[in-house]
């Protein structure tokens, strides 16, 4: 079965220090890989996704995440952090395997200290 | 072009009541998800529909729970004879035709239901 792992469920940062969320998954076939952001009282937002092209993937407001297959991870990072980046985020998992859902990890709240 | 629409965005039900939420997806998105966010935990899958049929349903609770995407009008999620468990934020998102696999699926604003 899909799963994903979020390690850490809160992770704090000071403004414009690295900020660096874990996501590991577990699927049976190539994943699609994606993270959302939720700010509080509102929808989730794709940040960027994997769908089998460059390992490397860049996303909005200056995000970027990794699939490491050897590792299945899709670790999320930012090299500085702004304020507004305070928010929790979600990393999913979707595959032919299991139809069309997203599996989503239960969620890291990232708080930046000013 | 405007985003998938959830209403209410509140809604507070008394035990024993009829719950009824909708969507109306994206202009031209023809898939429509339900997801479930349980206090201090994540989105889960409860069901996938297209207009008029149901896809997958296998997160969605056996008993007291249905949805619905008609051919005309917003998708419906009810919850019938709530109870205080079933308090959480419901997420639609909707994603255009084609392969929904890799598709970005839009999320709602959601709507916070609240059983007394």
């Known amino acids: 079965a899909q799963s994903v792992t979020q390690l850490g469920s809160h992770v704090s940062v000071s403004e414009g220090a690295l900020v660096l969320l874990r996501c590991n998954y577990s699927s049976s076939v190539p994943p699609y890989l994606f993270w959302y952001v939720q700010y509080p009282n509102q929808g989730l937002q794709l940040l960027l996704k994997y769908t089998s092209a460059a390992t490397l993937v860049k996303g909005i407001n200056g995000f970027e995440a990794e699939f490491k297959k050897s590792e299945t991870s899709f670790h999320l990072t930012k090299p500085s952090a702004h304020m507004s980046d305070a928010a929790e985020y979600f990393c999913?998992?979707?595959?032919?395997?299991?139809?069309?859902?997203?599996?989503f990890g239960a969620g890291t709240i990232l708080r930046v200290k000013s | 072009n405007a985003g998938v629409m959830q209403n209410p965005r509140h809604l507070v039900r008394r035990r024993g009541q009829e719950a009824r939420l909708r969507c109306s997806p994206m202009k031209g998105h023809s898939h429509v998800y339900w997801y479930r966010q349980l206090p201090e935990e994540g989105l889960k899958f409860m069901v996938y529909l297209q207009k008029e049929n149901i896809i997958d349903e296998s997160g969605m609770p056996k008993e007291r729970f249905s949805a619905e995407f008609p051919k005309e009008g917003p998708s419906i999620l009810r919850i019938q004879q709530v109870v205080r468990g079933d308090s959480a934020a419901y997420f639609c998102?909707?994603?255009?035709?084609?392969?929904?696999?890799?598709?970005?699926?839009?999320f709602g604003p959601g709507t916070r239901l609240t059983v007394l």
């Open positions: 999913a998992v979707s595959d032919l395997a299991y139809g069309n859902k997203l599996v």
């Open positions: 998102a909707s994603s255009p035709p084609g392969s929904p696999h890799y598709n970005e699926q839009f």
